[in-house]
């Protein structure tokens, strides 16, 4: 138990400073790429605006059925940001569907107090010609930068990290489109380690009241063949959302459906067999009232290796106050177990069970933390055993325009075949959110 504990802030005694150097160069080449947009449209609007000043939207704030990305366990609803980053790891700790977005709320109504304006009669010369130095909408605007970073150790001697930046434009008719690269990393025991440069450009838009998203791009690796990567996302309301004058989410049902393919990255086996797989399936969130939710998910996989897998995911949950309760269970099965030969956990039968116990308040007010406990169980071959996860999260909002989170959880969930010995997984997260 204490090589659970044990800090795990480098991937390896021989990989560091090749590790530290290019995730340092990749975070600069990308700090610099966005600067350079930002100054060259800033620029270009100023000369086109001679005598107006212009301000870029905050970005999107969204309520989402929040689940735990570090486990099988999973979170309470909270206000959270735009993650178009869907990670194809079909595994407990990784099954996200707070990565998947739900539909934009509605305003809350708000009343006019002051009286309509009367039109003013017509003047003479009232349009004048346009010439070339008036006002004029860009067509792109720099909404957000959103740094993603993940870091996932257990006491077998695997090792994944992820470091993923994502740029982000607002277009002239409201859509968006986004940029994706990173640095990724993988090592495990008996295996060369594996880095991976993800590239991914993706739009998101309305048609009438469904939403929908695509996202597409390529996997580069230091030492594998290019990969081509995809997702879509579909988000469709049953019933229209009501929201409180407040922003309280009072009701809603929301049906999604959701698309992906790409490289299987589980981990460094995973990828040197070169296991992609194609996953689809429904979600389903329904708020059954201000304090209490529904979320059900089910996922449907097809491997390069000719496995597949059915998985599913539901989640009951009641909150008071600053406390919440929750009921989580989750299912996956394999038609074949190909672990030791493909490199990932495939179980024929694997069912996890619990209930989760959370608080979330303000600390400061620049300060904001949740805290966790899941117990329960979970069965593997026909053999239970205790499933438990511990979780703090806390955002930090350093200005109005830059906010960022940073996550810790311990779970013994299992996401490999380990025999009679336990197993420990620890996981630390994080995102930085700049607005512009």
Not at 52 to 77: D, H, I
Not at 267 to 284: E, K, S, V, Y
């Amino acid at each position: 138990m204490a090589n659970s504990f044990r800090p795990y802030l480098f991937v390896s005694q021989y990989s560091l400073y090749a590790v530290f150097f290019l995730g340092c160069l990749q975070i600069q080449l990308g700090v610099i790429c966005s600067v350079g947009i930002w100054i060259l449209s800033e620029a270009k609007l100023q000369a086109a605006q001679a005598h107006q000043t212009w301000k870029s939207p905050l970005g999107l704030t969204e309520q989402v059925t929040k689940v735990n990305p570090e486990s099988a366990q999973y979170s309470k609803p909270i206000p959270y940001r735009l993650k178009p980053k869907p990670i194809l790891l079909a595994a407990p700790e990784n099954f996200n569907p707070d990565l998947r977005l739900p539909p934009s709320l509605p305003k809350p109504p708000q009343q006019n107090s002051s009286p309509p304006s009367l039109p003013e009669p017509p003047q003479q010369n009232s349009n004048p010609p346009k010439t070339p130095t008036e006002a004029k909408t860009p067509d792109a605007v720099l909404e957000s930068i959103h740094t993603d970073y993940r870091y996932d150790t257990d006491n077998f001697g695997q090792t994944n990290f992820f470091l993923e930046p994502t740029v982000q434009f607002r277009l002239r008719n409201g859509n968006k489109i986004f940029f994706k690269t990173g640095f990724n990393f993988f090592e495990q025991r008996g295996v060369e380690s594996i880095t991976n440069f993800p590239l991914q450009v993706g739009w998101q838009g309305k048609i009438g009241q469904v939403t929908l998203q695509t996202a597409a791009g390529v996997d580069v690796f230091n030492r594998l063949p290019t990969a081509i990567n995809l997702n879509v996302k579909v988000d469709a309301p049953i019933s229209p959302p009501r929201v409180s004058s407040s922003g309280r989410l009072l009701s809603a049902v929301i049906i999604s459906g959701n698309l992906e393919q790409g490289p299987y990255k589980s981990n460094a086996r995973t990828l040197d067999n070169q296991i992609t797989a194609w996953r689809f399936g429904p979600d389903l969130y329904w708020q059954i009232d201000r304090d209490t939710s529904l979320f059900s998910s089910l996922r449907l996989g097809s491997y390069n290796d000719g496995n597949s897998e059915v998985q599913s995911f539901s989640r009951l949950e009641r909150k008071f106050g600053q406390f919440s309760l929750a009921a989580n269970l989750f299912t996956w099965s394999y038609d074949r177990d190909l672990e030791r030969t493909s490199g990932y956990f495939s179980p024929p039968d694997f069912l996890v069970y619990n209930g989760e116990v959370a608080w979330e308040g303000n600390i400061a007010n620049f300060l904001r933390c949740r805290l966790a406990a899941n117990l329960g169980r979970q069965r593997l071959k026909g053999e239970f055993d205790n499933a438990n996860t511990y979780q703090t999260r806390c955002t930090v909002k350093l200005s109005p325009s830059i906010e960022a989170d940073l996550g810790y959880s311990f779970s013994n969930v299992r996401n490999q075949e380990t025999g009679g010995s336990a197993y420990g997984g620890n996981s630390f997260t994080g995102q930085l959110r700049v607005k512009f």
